[in-house]
């Protein structure tokens, strides 16, 4: 299949692209950018008039469900969403049912994936067998399976001499070990931020500190052990600033933070609306705008939806007994722009924050269109207006805070490895 994309503006920002052009695909590649390539013939003609057309996202963290959990959702919903939010790959945490901790399992998971032939989904396995911080799993052997990182997604290692052991590990063969922080004494049996507005409705508190003294801890060993650490889901000020001196030492870390993050704070929570029950909680107000400067200057990494579906029996309870999570697959790209259009960041560098960085963070060759590259392409328009409803959304997960919200941006196409998987 020969597929041209025309009249749309070009955005690559590895190679620093950005100018109107025509995008031309063959064999699944990118044969061309501008001039057609000699006796190239279309098979079929895509027109991007008034969109941009940009390398296809990579998300690092989207929860798909599977395997244990398809009552909340199922691959073959959750890749719906993905291509619908112009994300052509992803990676899942291992809080899976079983976890992702057996090359089995992670196969199995590739295997149906793939057989799906739309997003590329990449694992992250588990570091700890069960994810009972305990002991160490196979990791040479998952990194064979095609893990591409170790993570204990929301589950704290309480015992920091296992931690130590997989630092050190990891640091021996070249993996990278993926840290939510979080002391899950200090965290315990909370489930908002500990600030004015959990304590005007009596919900029990996270502090920022559950944060940051964990924090502290991975900074430390991560200089003793010379380990390669990413960062997940940082909510509060001080870490930011404790990542900002890290990455001044020369400590390989690396972090991301969540699209609710970016843009919502405490105070949203208004009258206990389950859907903006989320881990980390929302922080405050001098927390988020930390997060958005930091993002801007490059010390945070990289944006993820944190995709997280809660079926509806999950979220309709009171808020402290609520699961949290929230949808987030089909919002990634609009709340990116949204971000940028707010702090007057330039669309390429916004972009990059989707789509190259993290494909650096997975060690992946993707998130760029560079001639020759696997054709994995974003086409949207940036002025299209919508209003997230529940109807709106293919993931099988409707829990988000943005119901109701109205974004500006909507994917027209996606395209993985060559092929239309999603034309809206």
């Not at 057609?36 to 929860?63: E, H, M, T, W, Y």
């Not at 798909?64 to 990676?91: H, N």
């Not at 609306?273 to 405050?284: A, E, K, T, V």
């Not at 999950?314 to 929230?326: C, L, Y």
């Amino acid at each position: 299949m020969k597929i041209q994309i025309k009249n749309g503006r070009v955005i690559d920002p590895k190679h620093g692209l950005d100018t109107h052009a025509d995008v031309y695909i063959a064999a699944g590649k990118i044969a061309a950018i501008g001039d057609a390539p000699k006796g190239f013939q279309a098979n079929r003609v895509i027109d991007a008039s008034g969109c941009i057309v940009c390398p296809g996202l990579v998300d690092l963290a989207a929860r798909l469900r599977e395997p244990g959990f398809e009552y909340k959702a199922t691959l073959e919903s959750e890749m719906d969403a993905a291509c619908a939010g112009g994300i052509t790959s992803l990676a899942c945490p291992p809080d899976t049912d079983p976890p992702l901790d057996e090359p089995g399992l992670v196969e199995m998971l590739k295997f149906r994936a793939q057989n799906l032939n739309q997003a590329h989904v990449y694992p992250i396995g588990a570091l700890t067998q069960k994810l009972e911080g305990a002991r160490l799993t196979e990791m040479a052997e998952l990194r064979d399976a095609g893990c591409v990182g170790f993570s204990q997604a929301d589950a704290a290692i309480t015992d920091t001499q296992v931690l130590v052991r997989a630092l050190e590990y990891a640091a021996t063969f070249g993996f990278t070990v993926w840290l939510r922080p979080q002391d899950a004494y200090l965290a315990k049996g909370g489930v908002a931020h500990d600030g004015f507005v959990a304590t005007r409705l009596g919900l029990p508190a996270i502090p920022a500190s559950a944060e940051t003294v964990a924090l502290a801890t991975i900074l430390l060993l991560v200089k003793e052990t010379g380990a390669s650490v990413h960062l997940c889901r940082l909510s509060a000020a001080e870490s930011l600033a404790m990542v900002r001196r890290a990455k001044s030492d020369g400590l390989k870390v690396s972090c991301d933070v969540g699209i609710n993050h970016l843009h919502l704070t405490e105070m949203d929570i208004g009258y206990f609306d389950p859907n903006y029950h989320l881990i980390p909680p929302l922080r405050g107000l001098r927390d988020r705008d930390a997060i958005r400067a930091a993002l801007a200057d490059g010390t945070v990494d990289a944006l993820c939806s944190d995709h997280t579906p809660v079926d509806e029996d999950g979220k309709q309870m009171p808020f402290g007994e609520s699961e949290p999570g929230a949808t987030g697959l089909e919002l990634l790209l609009p709340l990116t722009l949204k971000w940028a259009r707010e702090h007057h960041v330039a669309l390429p560098d916004a972009l990059a924050r989707i789509t190259l960085h993290p494909a650096q963070i997975l060690g992946l060759n993707a998130g760029h269109l560079g001639v020759g590259q696997a054709a994995d392409v974003c086409v949207f328009n940036p002025e299209t207006q919508w209003i997230v409803a529940a109807s709106a959304l293919k993931s099988q997960g409707k829990n988000t805070p943005f119901l109701g919200y109205e974004m500006q941006g909507k994917v027209r196409a996606t395209l993985v490895d060559g092929h239309v998987v999603f034309e809206g």
